[in-house]
Nanobody
């Protein structure tokens, strides 16, 4: 039903910034009704949760590795969820996915879900 699409990935030098955006493929789906999580997966590594934000935008969680550098936010006027990534490091290189909690509208520290809808991913490469 709900399908997501990520954008904003690319190649950036260490210390640089990127802003990723998550949107619904069908604008009739309002992302404000879902908890949204950002995940990433690097080659040869397991998928890890990066950050999440609950439906109301009042609760956020971040992986320890990105705290202080990444910020998740909602832009309900544009019906998007952004992940602002600053002070990027080579270890941030991965495919980044956004996902929607299609049941609980939540955001937990473990980011366990249920995340029933996923985007196709956007590539982020941090390299000089």
């Amino acid at each position: 039903q709900l399908q997501l699409v990520e954008s904003g990935g690319g190649l950036v030098q260490p210390g640089g910034s990127l802003r990723l955006s998550c949107a619904a493929s069908d604008p009739r789906f309002n992302l404000a009704y879902y908890g949204i999580g950002w995940f990433r997966q690097a080659p040869g590594k397991e998928r890890e949760g990066v950050s999440c934000i609950n439906s109301r935008g009042e609760t956020t969680n971040y992986a320890d590795s990105v705290k202080g550098r990444f910020t998740i936010s909602r832009d309900n006027a544009r019906n998007t969820v952004a992940l602002q990534m600053n002070s990027l490091k080579p270890e941030d290189t991965a495919v980044y996915y956004c996902a929607a909690d299609t049941l609980l509208m939540g955001c937990t520290a473990t980011m366990g879900g249920p995340y029933g809808s996923w985007g196709q991913g956007t590539h982020v490469t941090v390299s000089s």
